[in-house]
């Protein structure tokens, strides 16, 4: 039998975002929390994960998370952005196929807080899921397949029959893979969040 859906959240404190939570950040301490959660790799090997979201999306994550679980689809890692190998870089997070939510910073391009920064926006195998800038070039972007071609299916890509990607929908996520300007690895929660 196997194992049943391991899912923790603890408060935060200061000291373990010594990048990500820097002065002008829009959301109190209070209202962030870290998720530590069971995920399978693409070698479908069990990790524990980590994320640090907005606190009133414990639950959802729960429950979006468990779907990944049931689904076994894969997450390359979720390892906290601020620990050493990343500094709260997000560009390098992305390039490691790593796993993120929150982390106070502008919309690539503009002065606007993004959703990251509140912890309501999640992005989740950003290699496979890749992102079209501004500027037309779409980032991260991997050596062995080209995950912009959306008409080849491969191991964690999101598309919006998935099970995963229903799940997020369900809780009340908007998927950046709708978008106008696709964002395949970007989940947010729509409204209005305590700060
Ligand atoms: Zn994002």
Redesign the pocket.
Known sequence: MAKSFAYQSSTVRREELPFTYTPGCPVSLDNLAKIEFDHFDFTGRLRTGSLIVHASIISKMRNVLGVFYEERFPIHTAIPIDESSFQGDDERSMEANNSSAFNFRKIAGTDRP?N?SYGT?I?INPIQNPYHYVDGHWGPLAEDADYTDRSIRRPGMFFPDLPVVKAFLQEGFDW?GLWERA?F??F?LKGRHPA
């Open positions: 993004s990251h926006a992005d950046g964002d690895h970007h947010e």
